[in-house]
């Protein structure tokens, strides 16, 4: 089974730019998070969907948002982008049913450097 | 605000020794309790994990120690190998939450 694929694996960003990443998740999987990765903030959660609906959000300003389609892939969007966005950006897929065990799988991340 | 707090930042061992990393967190809604593990260039991967209805938890040379009452849990592993260096992260999550708070991370490196 293949697991969570992101797309682009790296890029470059000047400040105001805006910047879309792609997750697609494992097949199967309905739920997708995302998260930022920081040296100085570690693992701070984004946002959750499932089956296209947003089901939880974490403090990120409203430059950060994201959307699920229809086949599960998800995407998120950062607006007018601050050098402080530079981070490694995970997804994470899990079947997102009620009472599962919460396992997450991540894909390998995008890593956006902000200049 | 870091809802679980994680120690150390860092640790060296020698192979065939013990790492212990400790965890602490303050709601008590939490639930689940897992623990990533996290190699350079990769994503983080699911360790092992536990719930409040057990006090331990052991998978090979990983076992996971839990005290409800002390609202803390740790990581032991045991005969390192220098292919466990990696970033460990424990983690937290509410019943039916889907979202991870995540402790600071734990970098190990294990010295041959």
């Known amino acids: 089974k293949a697991g969570v694929t992101q797309t682009p694996r790296y890029l470059i960003k000047t400040r105001g730019q805006q910047v879309t990443l792609s997750c697609s998740p494992i097949?199967?999987?309905?739920?997708v998070s995302w998260y930022q990765q920081t040296p100085g903030q570690g693992l701070q959660f984004l946002f959750e969907?499932?089956?296209?609906?947003?089901?939880n959000k974490g403090n990120f300003p409203g430059r950060f948002s994201g959307r699920q389609f229809s086949n599960s892939r998800s995407e998120m969007n950062v607006s007018t982008l601050e050098l402080g966005d530079s981070a490694l950006y995970l997804c994470?897929?899990?079947?997102?049913?009620?009472?599962?065990?919460?396992?997450?799988?991540f894909g390998e991340g995008s890593r956006l450097t902000v200049l | 605000q870091q809802q679980v707090k994680q120690s150390p930042q860092s640790l060296i061992v020698q192979k065939g020794g013990i790492s212990i990393i400790n965890c602490a967190y303050e709601?008590?809604?939490?639930?689940?309790f897992p623990w990533y593990q996290q190699f350079p260039g990769k994503g983080p991967a699911l360790l092992i994990a536990?719930?409040?209805?057990?006090s331990e938890k052991k998978e090979g040379r990983f076992t996971i120690s839990f005290n409800k009452s002390a609202k803390q849990f740790s990581l032991h592993i045991m005969d390192s190998q220098p292919g466990d260096s990696a970033t460990y992260f424990c983690?937290?999550?509410?019943?039916?939450?889907?979202?991870?708070?995540f402790g600071a991370g734990t970098t190990v490196t294990v010295r041959a």
């Open positions: 994470a897929s899990s079947p997102g049913l009620a009472g599962g065990t919460g396992e997450l799988f």
């Open positions: 097949s199967g999987h309905r739920s």
């Open positions: 969907y499932f089956s296209e609906t947003q089901r």
């Open positions: 709601n008590t809604a939490f639930d689940y």
């Open positions: 536990i719930r409040p209805d057990v």
């Open positions: 983690a937290a999550s509410r019943p039916d939450d889907y979202k991870l708070s």
